[in-house]
T-cell receptor, first 110, second 113 residues
Framework: KNEVEQSPQNLTAQEGEFITINCSYS?????LHWLQQHPGGGIVSLFM???GKKKHGRLIATINIQEKHSSLHITASHPRDSAVYIC????????????FGEGTQLTVNP | ETGVTQTPRHLVMGMTNKKSLKCEQH?????MYWYKQSAKKPLELMFV???????ENNSVPSRFSPECPNSSHLFLHLHTLQPEDSALYLC????????????FGSGTQLSVL
């Protein structure tokens, strides 16, 4: 079992739908990252959080430290949101090393 | 534009070739990273440099040789690679001790024939 598990692996939605991607992890962490990877490879860091909730535009990330779980929400989804969303955690003992989930492939159809 | 520039974007090489990947960051960060992303697998950390010193080598074969001449530049020298080394190689940087959000380059898609 991976230290970081994401669900679902693949998600198809219609434009305008509310989307949730989940991330569960099994170790104590100092930070959790949500990343976005578009076709072609480039990765953009969306959020880094260690507690509570962060919002940026239509994106919201939440984390529950006790339950070792984080969610990434996209409101009013758009085809340009289509990408792979990756959860990564920095454990309390790993220094700068991140452990990555396998990613969630999101496709938003017009 | 993330402030991290990688070249080349694509590279095809034979198993006997020697090539180098280059990464440059314009963000004033003190840490740089090489990651490998194989098809259908999570990102794997290869090397970490803090203040130009290598602080992590994640059991990477010696056919991959990193070089960090200064805090803004990072190279990955490749020699006698195997076809299974074909992957997307991503460079990233961060400011250790402050924020520590990662900034990634666009990656080099490497094919080893």
């Amino acid at each position: 079992k991976n230290e970081v598990e994401q669900s679902p692996q693949n998600l198809t939605a219609q434009e305008g739908e509310f989307i949730t991607i989940n991330c569960s992890y099994s170790v104590g962490i100092s930070a959790l990252h949500w990343l976005q990877q578009h076709p072609g490879g480039g990765i953009v860091s969306l959020f880094m959080l260690s507690s509570g909730k962060k919002k940026h535009g239509r994106l919201i990330a939440t984390i529950n430290i006790q339950e070792k779980h984080s969610s990434l929400h996209i409101t009013a989804s758009h085809p340009r949101d289509s990408a792979v969303y990756i959860c990564a955690v920095r454990s309390e003992t790993s220094g700068s090393r991140l452990t990555f989930g396998e990613g969630t492939q999101l496709t938003v159809n017009p | 534009e993330t402030g991290v520039t990688q070249t080349p974007r694509h590279l095809v090489m034979g198993m006997t070739n020697k090539k180098s990947l280059k990464c440059e960051q314009h963000l004033g960060h003190n840490a740089m990273y090489w990651y490998k992303q194989s098809a259908k697998k999570p990102l794997e950390l290869m090397f970490v440099y803090n203040f130009k010193e290598q602080t992590e080598n994640n059991s990477v074969p010696s056919r991959f040789s990193p070089e960090c001449p200064n805090s803004s530049h990072l190279f990955l020298h490749l020699h006698t690679l195997q076809p299974e080394d074909s992957a997307l190689y991503l460079c990233a940087s961060s400011q250790v001790g402050h924020n520590e959000k990662l900034f990634f380059g666009s990656g080099t898609q490497l094919s080893v024939l």
